[in-house]
């Protein structure tokens, strides 16, 4: 039976491998504490209990994932707790906080499914640790989906312009986040099972099935054009906003149970 | 807004709850009780045959769409088929 190392790869996949996992466990962390955050805003109990669940599930995709990332050299600790600003590789679909419970929904479904996409091109990945926590997040993200879907559904009952409002404008910094998809060296180095280019697809297909549940036409604009500060390794422009850092930076490294 | 995405009738509600048989006498005639049961990854129903609630476990093991799953033959079975779930 062969055995995988990430030492084996060549240098510049193993790069890349590396900065799609952290892109994906940064976006969960800031995720996780965006719904940390809006649980007071839930219109009702199931509300609570379902944000309350989904940062639960979100901040433990993104712990599993440094656990992960710890074969690339790094340690834990600083993962976790050791990084600045303008190392936190979140999607920038996260950095403005939500604008209305419309904006929340919008912005959640479009985080969550573009962070899937990108996870389940690890579905089929020769090592069976991360191809099977990118199954596990896919289950968890299944149900995530759907409550976001039902929301949908219920934002289509009162007419849901605000609701395709917001993923309109959210939707460019998604999308965004695919960066240059015309080359994709983890897919031909057998690392990702399909191309970026088919995954970035994959999402826009997804989301465009959200009007059907609003039943209003949706008309997604491209993705925003990167700008200077665009670092592609980060699926990102510029660093992290102190304000959004202080929000989900390690407060007391000091207690850390070594 | 005020309402919450709970409906009455399981099936309404849900694809994934169609297949949802009470655990003590089969019936398929229950109605949804709580989205949550005692954990957030139950859903709660009640029979209206026996009268019995029980819990349901969401995690039936299914994966949102993705291209990558059209390889996945092994996965893209297992959710088509995913029995009849009982808790």
Known sequence: METYSIADLDPAVAKALE???L???DTKLVLGNWFVMCVNNGRSLPDFAALLGQSAAVLGH???LYL????????????EQGRGADAIASMNLLDAPPQSWEDFI???YLAEQASWMLMSGFL???DRALAGLAEKIGQETYFHLKYANGWAALFAESGGEAFIEALSARYPLALAW???????PLHEAGQRSVPLSALKEGFAREVAKIADVVRLPLDLPDAVEPGSDWRPQSRRSGPLSERLFEVIRFKDPEAVHP | MSKTPVRAGPEKLDDDFKDVRCPHCE??????????GSSVSEVMFRCLACHTFFNWVKWQGRLPASPALDERDDVVRATAASPASRQ
Request: aromatic share 12%; proline share 2%.
């Open chain 1, 106 to 108: 919008a912005s959640i």
């Open chain 1, 68 to 79: 992960y990332l710890v074969n690339f050299g790094h340690t834990y600790q600083h993962l």
């Open chain 1, 124 to 126: 089929k990945h020769p």
């Open chain 2, 27 to 36: 019936s398929a005639d229950i109605t949804l009780v709580s989205l949550f």
């Open chain 1, 19 to 21: 900065s799609d996992l």
């Open chain 1, 23 to 25: 892109a994906v466990a």
């Open chain 1, 178 to 184: 695919f960066g240059d998809t015309g080359h994709d």
């Open chain 1, 62 to 64: 993104a712990r599993s």
